[in-house]
């Protein structure tokens, strides 16, 4: 049995017995969701009675894991949440005293001493209970002599919003929180840009091309930044200026495609590999032109183009539109492999929306002030999106001329930007959206922010250190 077949039998109370079964019978895929299950479920796994009977080394791999997910209170701007790991060994080894009393500081050692108020009410309640008292607070401060201790564990997912020519981001948690809206300390770019593309991947974010400020001429530097350390650095430049270019990201490479250069549309893609740090081109779209109305996606490791305009007499892809099954602007799909370095044309068919429904994973999502569509990469077709909603009201889409760019996925949901605020959904397919920032968002969002937005997974500290400030 595979782990889409057993996943959903799978509960706090029962996660451990089966994991350990699965490293018995040698099965590595199942031991590994399994263990992943329990790092993001701990809050709920370590009250149930299977936690108890843990081997000390079982519990130690566990606890010192950065994906551990203990929680994290930001409204109060502590961190009180490490406490959690500090009562699950407590109660472990209250379990058994005699013969656990040995792995007692050893597990410890897994404990974030240095995000835990020393004088906090949570901690002196669980010193005030405990008869290892001396023994914790020996840790507490053998680990705080330490040069550099580790502070909160975990990632958080914020979005990450700036506006064409401005040098400073406003960032915004996700998932939302009482702290919505608050302003991480991020470090500048070097270069103050117009027009840039932004992208993440490989936990860093990436800013590629731009006009400079001064409308002068294109930029070719590209920067990227890496959370961990709140630095901006220079990465190699684009071998053509250009600014608003398509970005997609696809096994540790971004393919940069279009914008506008120096004489017009540039027509030279580029693609940028961070191994090796080095940009070098690649096949260009044969008898296709760049367009201003075209959207690029990545998905399943296949890289698409798409079209709102087309060319039947010179354009492979184009599906005429008396063929078309419902009036369709996206008639020209083209799709880029990798592996074999083409390009090949999609004729996808046009309908009305199939049940079952494919993979939600499988589709690229259009939206924009006349155009609501889906295309399911797997079955090849272009379907009509149901008009958004948000509490029973249909959403406005006037004056936002392309959504699909800022329509951003992060795990199993769904981001929208608009006027109203942040909306989110598990399927676009469904037509109903949920409002979950009414509050705490700048007058002008996202009219001054649309073009420019991300989710980027940045450490729990940073994130606290930001609001507590």
């Known amino acids: 049995m595979c782990w889409s077949e057993l996943g959903e039998h799978i509960s706090p109370n029962n996660c451990i017995g089966v994991w350990v079964l699965a490293g018995r019978l040698g099965s590595q895929e199942m031991a590994r969701s399994l263990s992943k299950y329990i790092l993001k479920n701990f809050l709920d796994v370590h009250q149930g009675r299977e936690f108890l009977k843990l081997a000390p080394n079982s519990l130690f791999s566990f606890l010192k894991q950065e994906s551990l997910n203990i929680g994290h209170d930001l409204h109060s701007l502590t961190n009180i949440s490490e406490t959690v790991v500090l009562r699950a060994i407590l109660c472990w080894v209250d379990h058994r005293k005699k013969s656990r009393e040995p792995h007692l500081k050893r597990l410890l050692n897994t404990v974030r001493w240095a995000a835990i108020k020393k004088d906090g009410d949570e901690y002196k309640s669980i010193l005030e209970s405990t008869e290892w008292k001396t023994v914790i607070e020996e840790s507490f401060q053998d680990t705080l002599k330490k040069k550099n201790p580790k502070l909160s564990r975990g990632s958080l997912d914020v979005m990450v919003v700036c506006g064409a020519g401005q040098s400073n981001y406003n960032v915004f948690f996700l998932p939302i929180n009482p702290v919505t809206g608050t302003r991480m300390c991020m470090e500048n770019l070097t270069y103050r840009r117009r027009g840039h593309s932004v992208i993440v991947t490989g936990g860093h974010m990436y800013v590629i091309g731009a006009g400079d400020s001064l409308e002068t001429g294109h930029i070719t530097q590209c920067e990227r930044y890496d959370p961990k350390t709140n630095k901006w650095s220079a990465i190699a430049p ?232």
Request: with cysteine.
């Open 238 to 469: 684009l071998r053509y200026g250009r600014q608003n270019c398509k970005l997609a990201a696809i096994n540790k490479k971004i393919y940069c495609l279009g914008g506008h250069g120096q004489y017009g549309f540039e027509a030279d893609n580029e693609v940028y590999d961070i191994a090796t740090n080095t940009w070098s081109s690649f096949p260009f779209i044969e008898m296709v032109a760049m367009r201003a109305d075209s959207y690029i996606a990545a998905l399943n490791n296949k890289l698409y183009y798409l079209s709102e305009t087309g060319n039947p007499s010179s354009e492979p892809g184009f599906v005429a539109e008396e063929d078309a099954c419902l009036e369709h602007p996206f008639r020209l799909v083209q799709c880029f492999d990798p592996a074999t370095d083409k390009w090949s044309a999609k004729s996808p068919e046009f309908g009305e929306v199939k049940l079952p429904p494919g993979k939600v994973e499988d589709c690229i999502f259009v939206l924009n002030k006349e155009h609501q569509f889906v295309y399911d990469t797997k079955r090849n077709t272009w379907e009509q999106l149901l008009t958004p909603t948000c509490g029973g009201i249909a959403l406005s889409l006037n004056g936002l001329n392309s959504l699909y760019d800022h329509i951003i996925r992060s795990s199993d949901s769904f981001y929208m930007l608009h006027s109203t605020g942040i909306l989110q959904t598990s399927d676009p397919r469904l037509g109903e959206w949920e409002l979950i920032t009414p509050e705490g968002l700048p007058r002008d969002f996202p009219a001054a922010n649309k073009d420019h937005t991300v989710i980027l997974s940045v450490p729990t500290a940073m994130c606290v250190h930001s609001v507590t400030r």
